[in-house]
């Protein structure tokens, strides 16, 4: 009983203030911050609306991201949970951070208050600029968010500027923090592999923190792209319910963050991975995070990626929407063997079949050490005159003189171990001092932070273009990641190099344009490495994925779709048995597949019997037709090939009375009796719609060549009979 008395007292007097906590005396005085009143500022576009307010005390708080609200205003008196706009390290903060700010002084904690507020409109864009600053280190953020008014799309980034005069060290620096309010919150995410890119990924999100990203430099997106949707809810739901896509539009190293914090809300944190980038900022200097984009729809996943493909047309993709040429590419039909006859008569057989541009690929530079495998010469980009003696003019104007575009394949940011730019500047090489080089495809990747190495890459397209009049397209490849990262260009100040890599890559690519401002440049990473918002700024297209087979492509394009739209996605007619899986489909499901982005075929023609030329003929020109709707049309995925043995979506052109709609039977187990349903969507259902199969002889559907109104059509009318595993249609809708 003693003992208990007198642990009870212990207690009591451990809880009860003490003296030296009711002292106010501290080592610094406390920086008076002056009180301001009270605001809600409101980022609207058409039909959404982010809320943020600012606090008596200055602090910038996130309310809500959704549908438009008549008088966001009410939010003034606003008491509940709420969420900085974009938290930093330090003051009361203890969960995930937009910023982290260490300080010469060796301190790390920052808390931003609110300074400014200004907007400005132009070009269908709202701007909103909120100033921030803390008090006591002088550092200053603008938050920016640009409001794409008609695409319902708002970007959002931040400025870090450090008005000091000594360097401030940001340790970690978002481009935006997004928080949503829900019971619930699915993640649709896209993981995958070289040859399976964008597999998509379902989970609901648990307390704790989900995150997704990437550490490999360059060939960012390989394994995990930077974008996602989040369905508000315990469901994925494609067509209704509410859900916010959002995709980082940067190149490089990347960190989305989903914390599921102690009130059960939803906080995503999205910008560049601070993984060994500790960035100093300069005094005076400011840094400029990249942009995320957000969207919010109240039609499901379809509406947000609705919005996305038309924001990323009108804004997001360089030459987005417009209707880029059919091609042949050279790489699967004749790889590293081929001389100028091979390639004659490739752009013969392109120009017969229809096709309207011929892209030489991989295998023709490099005199020292020619390239006839993968395992030299990239870095000496001389054309190869044993094999076309003629030079690359010879080939282009003769597919000019054929009625076709002409393009060409480089990989300026690589150098080969063997190769003369290897033996002139090894010091250009991403290297660690000391330690491996670790070759992956027998290459190493240039140092990009580098002035003189982007003169370099600069230089290698620019003189590319002189090789022959009218090059039309350039293929920009990036074959392997970066490992033992480190550059002997910036010293002691290593930590830049994974962001000036991508800076450096941006500015080149930013004079690229200057100077060749139509050329059309497709962006390829071994496939779909580099498919992100970033690079899209610069390129008309991407290239999907190595994996050309189109039982494969169903899922990597259908994941691709989500965020990014078909007009840039790059989808090819390649040989069977597939090069990559050994699968053996139709070659009209493989016409079918590819002419749901920018159709092109990469194989051999002459290996296609008579019978395939014909059908390739044809499946060419049908695709003219009906590829305005591809390139300039809202998607309507009708079903999910993970949950369906039939797969079908469609384009709707904008004024709806044009539409293209694609079908395939995944797997078929004799269930589908008399015809699959599918509901087709976005139609007026009042008007009628003239329907015919394409590139068939004999229709697959009873209505074809039949006009139907369309709430027959969307209403369950439509029911192809698609009797075989891999086959498929293509209907083409339009308005009577
Ligand atoms: C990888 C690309 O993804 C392919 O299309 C092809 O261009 C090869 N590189 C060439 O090396």
Not at 319 to 340: M, Q, R
């Amino acid at each position: 009983m003693k003992h208990i008395a007198i642990l009870l007292a212990a207690l009591l007097a451990a809880a009860a203030p003490s003296e030296a906590r009711k002292v106010k005396k501290f080592v610094h005085e406390t920086v008076e911050i002056p009180s301001v009143e009270p605001q809600i500022i409101a980022v609207e576009t058409a039909n959404t609306q982010l809320t943020l307010s600012v606090k008596e005390n200055r602090r910038v708080e996130l309310i809500r991201y959704g549908s438009k609200l008549r008088s966001p205003q009410e939010f003034l008196g606003y008491e509940g949970v709420t969420q900085e706009a974009y938290p930093a390290a330090g003051g009361t903060l203890l969960t995930e951070n937009a910023l982290h700010v260490k300080y010469p002084d060796g301190n790390h904690g920052t808390e931003l208050r609110f300074t400014s507020f200004s907007t400005k409109s132009a070009g269908g864009v709202n701007t909103t600029v909120i100033g921030l600053k803390d008090y006591v280190t002088g550092l200053e953020v603008s938050l920016v968010y640009d409001a794409y008014v008609k695409e319902d799309v708002i970007s959002a980034r931040a400025v870090i500027t450090n008005p000091g005069k000594k360097d401030v060290e940001l340790e970690n620096y978002a481009s935006s923090l997004m928080r949503l309010e829900g019971d619930d919150f699915l993640l649709t995410h896209f993981h995958g592999g070289w040859a399976c890119e964008m597999q998509t990924s379902r989970e609901l999100l648990d307390f704790g923190t989900k995150v997704i990203e990437s550490r490999r430099g360059t060939q960012a997106t390989q394994t995990e792209n930077p974008s996602f949707v989040v369905s508000l809810g315990r469901e994925f739901s494609e067509n209704s319910g509410e859900a916010v896509a959002g995709a980082l539009a940067w190149s490089g190293n990347f960190r989305i963050a989903f914390e599921r914090d102690e009130t059960g809300r939803l906080n995503i944190f999205s910008g560049i991975s601070p993984f060994a980038s500790a960035y100093p900022l300069k005094g005076g200097a400011s840094f400029e995070t990249p942009e995320m984009l957000w969207t919010f729809s109240a039609e499901g996943a379809g509406g947000a990626s609705r919005n996305l493909h038309r924001w990323a047309r009108n804004y997001g993709i360089y030459g987005g929407g417009a209707v880029n040429p059919t091609l042949l590419n050279s790489w699967e039909g004749a790889y590293f063997s081929f001389d100028t006859s091979v390639l004659t008569g490739m752009i013969d057989d392109a120009a017969a079949m229809g096709l309207e541009m011929f892209v030489l690929d991989d295998g023709w530079f490099g005199t020292k050490y020619p390239r006839n495998s993968d395992r030299t010469s990239l870095g000496d980009w001389e054309p190869n005159t044993d094999k076309i003696p003629e030079g690359i003019d010879h080939l282009a104007s003769y597919a000019h003189g054929k009625g076709l575009k002409f393009g060409i394949w480089i990989e300026p940011e690589m150098v080969s171990g063997v190769s003369v730019l290897a033996e002139t500047h090894p010091e250009w090489v991403v290297q660690s001092p000391g330690r491996e080089l670790y070759e992956a495809r027998w290459q190493w990747v240039l140092d990009l932070s580098n002035p003189q190495v982007q003169d370099f890459v600069f230089g290698i397209f620019d003189r590319t273009m002189q090789l022959a009049p009218g090059i039309d397209y350039i293929k920009w490849d990036c074959n392997r990641p970066v490992y033992s990262f480190g550059s002997t260009y910036l010293g002691p100040e290593q930590d830049r190099f994974y962001v000036e890599y991508v800076q450096g890559l941006y500015s080149v690519m930013r004079r690229i344009r200057e100077k060749y401002p139509s050329v059309l440049v497709q962006c390829c990473s071994s496939g779909g490495a580099r498919v992100d918002y970033g690079a899209m700024k610069y390129c008309n297209e991407f290239w999907t994925s190595d994996n050309t087979d189109a039982i494969s492509r169903v899922r990597i394009q259908y994941a691709t779709s989500m965020i990014y739209p078909a007009c840039a996605m790059a989808s090819h007619v390649s040989a069977v048995p597939n090069h990559q899986s050994g699968n053996v489909t139709p070659l009209k499901m493989r016409f079918d597949m590819a002419a749901a982005g920018r159709l092109g075929m990469e194989l051999q023609p002459k290996n296609l019997s008579s019978s395939e030329r014909a059908l390739a003929d044809r499946c060419i020109r049908s695709y003219k037709g009906f590829r305005d709707v591809v390139f300039g049309g809202d998607l309507y995925r009708l079903s999910d090939p993970y949950n369906s043995d039939y797969y079908a979506f469609m384009y709707v052109s904008e004024d709806k009375t044009k539409a293209v709609v694609f079908a395939f039977c995944l797997r078929y187990q004799n269930r589908a009796g008399g015809g699959h349903p599918f509901a087709l969507r976005g139609l007026d259902p009042s008007r009628k719609y003239l329907v015919t199969e394409q590139n068939v002889d004999s229709s697959c559907w009873w209505g074809d060549g039949k006009a139907f109104a369309g709430d027959f059509l969307m209403g369950g009318g439509f029911n192809p009979v698609l009797l075989q595993t891999n086959s498929s249609a293509i209907f083409l809708l339009e308005a009577r």
